[in-house]
């Protein structure tokens, strides 16, 4: 059984690392050899320039196909890995086309396995942890009116006069502002075009409470019945969404102004020119230590008053052992590998598992990576 991973980009390097440590068979597959030689060729012997032809001549059935490329690319290894009777990992979200692949995957017998990184991915995974301890606690009830909220950010450890960093090129982050978002708020959808037209303030329950600016992102609501809750369940909040800075949204003022404007062809450069200056201005300075915080709470009210309350917090930053951000996704990554080789992963299109063994497992991993975790109880 071999593991092909394909990419040694930034956020790659800590989980192949993990791999190649165990003693795993890994080919490691990059657009630029020396690059990946550079990154891991203490560890691995064997790496070679990627090419799907190349990859398919390579895969057996059994082995694990593993993209930390770009997402255009996660379908087609997926699809390769299928026609091979390999498996398929990736830290991306499930797009409609990998969903589409479920009954392929089945009648194969292999597993693809998405959205396994920070966000998504451990965001997931307390999900379904805070979910699983509700079910089971003497507050469940069907008809409590729930509130749900998961806020991540990467943000700089050492703040500066923007209130952000780049670990990569800007131009994701500034398209994702064109982005709208579906959430529900005070028991109604809410809808939003421009993420700066639902800032709010969040105040993470960190060992020093911490204030930070938040909004939702991306379409929240099908994530409703992924972490288990009733079609039928009173629904107050539910917001999966990103978390920054205080003084984010001032410091960003003139950024939405301008993007807001922005179309077509002429917009696109413009953006990417923004993005060029942005990498200029605010990249990370070599060993600058980043900062990632993740959030994750559930809330139960009866009659009006709080009967179940727990939010599942992570704060880590950069250290000797490099970004954060790398290690939480990558690493996450890395255990998606381990537990699909194990077998603890049934074949079809999976995101992060639900199953509450495999997810203190995982978890109790992921406690390893981060600097402070904890399940914190508001009402104990």
């Not at 950010?153 to 502002?177: M, T």
């Not at 938040?214 to 539910?238: C, I």
């Not at 917001?239 to 920054?244: A, F, I, P």
Request: charged content about 25%; aromatic content about 8%; proline content about 6%.
């Amino acid at each position: 059984m071999t593991i092909h991973w394909c990419g040694t980009g930034l956020s790659a390097i800590p989980g192949l690392r993990r791999l190649l440590e165990a003693g795993q068979q890994v080919t490691v597959w990059n657009r630029t050899v020396d690059k990946a030689r550079e990154a891991v060729g203490d560890l691995a012997d064997d790496i070679r320039a990627f090419d799907m032809e190349a990859i398919g001549a390579a895969l057996k059935k059994g082995d694990v196909v593993v993209s930390m490329l770009p997402g255009d690319w996660h379908v087609p290894l997926a699809e390769l890995a299928i026609s091979k009777g390999a498996n398929f990992v990736s830290s991306s979200y499930i797009a409609p086309e990998m969903r589409a692949l479920d009954d392929k995957a089945k009648a194969a017998g292999v597993t693809l396995v998405n959205e396994v990184g920070l966000d998504p991915g451990i965001d997931h995974l307390m999900a379904h942890a805070l979910m699983a301890d509700y079910r089971a606690s003497d507050a469940f009830d069907a008809q409590n009116h729930l509130s749900f909220i998961s806020y991540c950010g990467g943000v700089p450890k050492i703040p500066n006069d923007f209130r952000y960093k780049f670990s990569w090129s800007p131009l994701g982050v500034l398209k994702a502002l064109r982005s709208p978002s579906r959430s529900i708020r005070d028991s109604e959808e809410f809808e939003v075009d421009r993420p700066w037209d639902a800032i709010s303030s969040y105040t993470a329950p960190l060992p020093t409470p911490e204030d930070f600016e938040v909004y939702p992102n991306r379409d929240s609501l099908p994530f409703m019945a992924e972490y288990g809750f009733g079609a039928d369940w009173p629904v107050k909040q539910f917001v999966r969404g990103t978390l920054r800075l205080e003084g984010w949204a001032q410091a960003w003022s003139d950024v939405f102004r301008e993007v807001e404007t922005l179309t077509g062809p002429e917009g696109d450069a413009r953006l990417k020119q923004m993005s060029d200056h942005f990498w200029d201005q605010n990249a990370y300075d070599e060993g600058e230590p980043d900062r990632v915080v993740l959030c994750v709470g559930l809330t139960a009210e009866k009659d009006g008053k709080e009967v179940w309350h727990k939010t599942y917090v992570m704060d880590a930053w950069g250290d000797a052992r490099g970004s954060a951000m790398a290690r939480l996704v990558s690493v996450t990554v890395a255990l998606a590998v381990e537990s699909v080789i194990a077998g603890r992963i049934a074949p079809g299109v999976h995101a992060a598992p639900s199953a509450p063994e495999l997810v203190a497992d995982w978890m109790g991993e992921i406690g390893k990576l981060a600097q402070h975790i904890e399940v914190v109880d508001h009402l104990a």
